[in-house]
């Protein structure tokens, strides 16, 4: 157990529609990842917080958003959903920016019928 | 541009077996880091290892190791008396190092199947 919780694990819904993905990082760590694990496009980084802040953006569609609350949760909202959406979304945490050492949840797989 | 490749996609080795993973990176940062992360079935991805660029030394956990070769580019996994519960698929990464060192390049992955 990584000690990152995410919700929901699992997840179906339509074209068009939107969801939110959440995310609890470890105890103490004050950056959270989004990954993106994908059959056609592997493992790719959407984005990074850190405390709060946005920190790093990777290859995150516009249709996507993320935030980091105050208590440090997060959520990646995906909206205008796509087929081509369907993939594992993990989450991880790390103490900081700079380590690099990721601690990942268990991940959301997003079914997009 | 960061690149992470590992050319095995599938490794099948019967249990006791040692086993090497390939990892060949490509990235113009003069200091980065390299990573090694297993995929269970379960789906997790586990942290395993951490390399800084710029220490070249080998290294060895129980019946994994590691081999980092600057000159080559190469990070390769080598698991020694291989497991069933060693099956999994494992991913080389590769990031910056400090300033962004949690945004990483991932390989495509191989997947290790190890028979009884």
């Known amino acids: 157990d990584s000690g990152v919780t995410q919700t929901p694990k699992h997840l179906i819904t339509a074209t068009g529609q939107r969801v939110t993905l959440r995310c609890s990082p470890r105890?103490?760590?004050?950056?959270v990842y989004w990954y993106q694990q994908s059959l056609d496009q592997g493992l790719q980084f959407l984005i990074q917080?850190?405390?709060?802040?946005?920190?790093a953006k990777g290859n995150i569609l516009e249709r996507f958003s993320a935030q980091q609350f105050p208590d440090l949760h997060s959520e990646l909202n995906l909206s205008s959903l796509e087929l081509g959406d369907s993939a594992l979304y993990f989450c991880a945490s790390s103490v900081d920016s700079y380590t690099g050492e990721l601690f990942f949840g268990e991940g959301s797989r997003l079914t997009v019928l | 541009a960061q690149k992470v490749t590992q050319a095995q996609t599938e490794i099948s080795v019967v249990e006791k077996e040692d086993v090497t993973l390939d990892c060949v990176y490509e990235?113009?940062?003069?200091?980065?880091?390299l990573f090694w992360y297993k995929q269970p079935p379960s789906g997790e991805l586990v942290f395993l290892i951490r390399r800084n660029s710029f220490d070249e030394q080998n290294e060895i956990s129980g019946r994994y190791s590691w081999n980092f070769q600057k000159s080559t580019s190469s990070f390769n996994f080598t698991i020694t008396a291989s497991q069933v519960v060693d099956s999994a698929v494992y991913f080389c990464a590769l990031s910056e190092a400090y300033t962004n060192a949690g945004k990483s390049t991932f390989g495509d992955g191989t997947t290790l199947t190890v028979k009884p």
């Open positions: 105890s103490g760590d004050l950056s």
């Open positions: 990235t113009r940062d003069t200091t980065y880091y």
């Open positions: 917080y850190y405390n709060g802040e946005e920190r």
